[in-house]
């Protein structure tokens, strides 16, 4: 059977292997490793094989696991990867160390003023639409350049473009997309990428994937 420390060693042997090809380090990709709905026994063995970093889609959930494992490792960087609430703002900025999900003015402005509270500045990734989906979070690609600015305006710090693609078709085309934006917008870094196609988004660029069930197995 397999461990978490041999699925890690696989992801991360995946990507320096398509990271070779791209002419890219591995060492500039972020393995997000997404521990939504496993619990701090499931999320132990992946800090002990050497993970730092990780991803979770909700704060609540977030709350209740991540200060006591923090605590026992400092250097845990923590990423939020869902929605966010603008009511939630405050919290979001006091447990995470990056949030991805920026997508609408409301939203920016409850995070700089979280922030502002807080005396605490946490780099944001700016969610696009990238399908056009009227279903899905995310900011409309013809809105992108004003809401970039006023994020920049804002002085929140902005880490980059972060996507989730249309579900059961092929991510490619839309993660070359996001890296034309980010490219055409003057911003470098790029959330893009899960378990299924984090490949693929190495091979287009991205700068942070975004993987859960290639290294905690299904969600239960
Ligand atoms: C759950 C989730 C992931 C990880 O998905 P897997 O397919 O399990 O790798 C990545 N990004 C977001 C936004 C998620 O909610």
């Known amino acids: 059977m397999e461990n978490a420390a041999t699925r ?19 060492e500039d990709v972020t393995l997000i490793a997404v521990s939504k709905t496993h619990s701090p026994e499931a999320i132990q063995p992946l800090i002990d094989a050497g993970q730092r970093v990780f991803g979770e889609n909700r704060v609540q959930e977030a709350q209740g696991k991540w200060p006591a494992l923090q605590e026992a490792h400092p250097d845990i960087e923590l990423h939020l990867i869902g929605q966010l609430q603008s009511n939630k703002a405050e919290e979001a900025v006091a447990l995470f160390d990056y949030i991805h999900g920026l997508d609408r003015p409301s939203l920016l402005t409850a995070l700089a003023k979280a922030m502002d509270k807080a005396g605490r500045q946490v780099p944001c990734f700016v969610q696009v639409n990238i399908g056009d989906e009227p279903q899905k979070g995310g ?5 992108l350049p004003a809401f970039l600015a006023a994020v920049r305006s804002a002085d929140i710090p902005l880490a980059g473009l972060m996507c989730i693609p249309p579900a059961d078709t092929e991510a490619a085309p839309f993660f070359a997309f996001l890296a034309k934006l980010a490219a055409d917008n003057g911003v470098t870094g790029l959330s893009m990428g899960m378990s299924g196609d984090y490949e693929t988004a190495v091979m287009l660029g991205a700068t942070h994937v975004r993987v859960g069930t290639a290294l905690f197995g299904h969600r239960g």
Request: aromatic content about 0%; overall charge positive; glycine content about 0%.
């Open 139 to 143: 900011c409309p690609i013809s809105d």
């Open 8 to 26: 890690l060693a696989e992801v991360r042997s995946n990507i320096a292997r398509v990271c070779k090809p791209a002419r890219r380090k591995p």
